[in-house]
């Protein structure tokens, strides 16, 4: 996996390097800025972007517009972008281009290494990743919906849908089998009217009507 990483802190962006280098990840190019990444993606063609959110000049929103500009440019380049807060526009906001390849998370999951890198590697090969802090705050503000059908636990599994998390994945965080994860899967899609499409296309879009982009 070829990486392009955009991180404004020196300390953050080297202990990076090094953690992807000892995964065996290549990081190709380390910027600073929103302009830099931008630069090095037309170079390099990475596989993946990590990119910061609040960059210089302004440290407000740079890497993410960067991330949404790259994103219209090619579609099917996987980006994760990491946030030093839970801010749910961004989140929202990137998600609404698309699902695939698409990653925010909290720095703070960084110091958990191995589940970071498989975080990565998720969204380098097409799938999710959504920090389980911005979901949270996706839940609370919903109001009356097709969502407000859901029982407790489909709302866990769905959040944990939107996480990225496969069917043995949430089966191993909730301690369920994969069959009764099946059941509640199947419940929300037919609770959310998504019985039509194929599978995968359908998890996108319980995935869509639970972040509401």
């Given at each position: 996996m070829r990486v392009v990483l955009a991180e404004d802190s020196v300390l953050l962006r080297e202990g990076l390097i090094r953690l992807l280098g000892s995964a065996g990840i290549e990081v190709v190019a380390a910027v600073s800025d929103a302009e830099g990444l931008l630069r090095a993606v037309d170079e390099h063609v990475p596989d993946l972007v990590v990119t910061d959110v609040r960059m210089p000049p302004t440290h407000t929103d740079e890497g993410l517009r960067a991330a949404l500009v790259l994103r219209r440019q090619r579609p099917t380049l996987a980006i994760l972008?990491?946030?030093q807060y839970v801010e749910e526009r961004y989140a929202t906001q990137l998600l609404s281009t698309a699902t695939s390849g698409i990653g925010y998370l909290l720095?703070?999951?960084v110091a958990d290494v191995e589940e970071f890198l498989d975080a990565l590697r998720r969204i380098a090969a097409g799938g999710t990743a959504l920090d389980?802090?911005?979901v949270a705050q996706l839940l609370l503000r919903r109001h009356s919906d097709p969502l407000d059908r859901l029982t407790r636990?489909?709302?866990?599994?769905?959040s944990l849908i939107a996480e990225g998390r496969s069917n043995t994945g949430i089966a191993e965080a909730l301690v369920v089998s994969e069959s009764a994860v099946g059941k509640h899967i199947n419940n929300i899609f037919t609770k959310l009217d998504l019985s039509g499409a194929?599978?995968?296309?359908r998890r996108v879009l319980a995935v869509l009507r639970f972040l509401k982009v």
């Amino acid at each position: 996996m070829r990486v392009v990483l955009a991180e404004d802190s020196v300390l953050l962006r080297e202990g990076l390097i090094r953690l992807l280098g000892s995964a065996g990840i290549e990081v190709v190019a380390a910027v600073s800025d929103a302009e830099g990444l931008l630069r090095a993606v037309d170079e390099h063609v990475p596989d993946l972007v990590v990119t910061d959110v609040r960059m210089p000049p302004t440290h407000t929103d740079e890497g993410l517009r960067a991330a949404l500009v790259l994103r219209r440019q090619r579609p099917t380049l996987a980006i994760l972008v990491l946030s030093q807060y839970v801010e749910e526009r961004y989140a929202t906001q990137l998600l609404s281009t698309a699902t695939s390849g698409i990653g925010y998370l909290l720095k703070d999951r960084v110091a958990d290494v191995e589940e970071f890198l498989d975080a990565l590697r998720r969204i380098a090969a097409g799938g999710t990743a959504l920090d389980p802090e911005v979901v949270a705050q996706l839940l609370l503000r919903r109001h009356s919906d097709p969502l407000d059908r859901l029982t407790r636990r489909e709302h866990e599994v769905l959040s944990l849908i939107a996480e990225g998390r496969s069917n043995t994945g949430i089966a191993e965080a909730l301690v369920v089998s994969e069959s009764a994860v099946g059941k509640h899967i199947n419940n929300i899609f037919t609770k959310l009217d998504l019985s039509g499409a194929d599978k995968d296309h359908r998890r996108v879009l319980a995935v869509l009507r639970f972040l509401k982009v």
